[in-house]
């Protein structure tokens, strides 16, 4: 059974620092592209980073470009966001998602991929 577990998550003050972890089972990273996505309630879901199973690129919203890195461990099946000065606004449920992939480029912000985790929750507040 193809599996995302998203973990990390917690509350923390505004110009702190969370780092969430995306663990796989049930099938390898090898050739996936991993997506972090985000959505705040009444928002629509949104894209955050992700990272090509091919070439191993990496894509940033302008939102959190300079302040979100994310990285891949293949042999974990782990992949993890870095997040840095983070602002009240970056407050919502992040979900990490997959989707095999043949071809070697960027991969897609956009909300296109298979496999889903259950989320976990971000509160940035004082």
């Known amino acids: 059974q193809l599996q995302l577990v998203e973990s990390g998550g917690g509350l923390v003050q505004p110009g702190g620092s969370l780092r969430l972890s995306c663990a796989a089972s049930?099938?390898?990273?090898?050739?996936?592209?991993i997506g972090w996505f985000r959505q705040a309630p009444g928002k629509e879901r949104e894209g955050v980073s992700c990272?090509?199973?091919?070439?191993?690129?990496?894509n940033y919203a302008d939102s959190v470009k300079g302040r979100f890195t994310i990285s891949r461990d293949n042999a974990k099946r782990t992949v993890y966001l870095q997040m840095n000065s983070l602002k009240p606004e970056d407050t919502a449920v992040y979900y990490c998602?997959?989707?095999?992939?043949?071809?070697?480029?960027?991969?897609?912000?956009?909300?296109?991929?298979?496999?889903w985790g259950q989320g976990t929750q971000v509160t940035v507040s004082s």
């Open positions: 990272t090509s199973g091919r070439g191993g690129s990496t």
């Open positions: 998602a997959a989707r095999f992939t043949h071809i070697q480029g960027i991969c897609t912000l956009l909300p296109r991929y298979n496999n």
């Open positions: 049930g099938f390898t990273l090898n050739y996936n592209d």
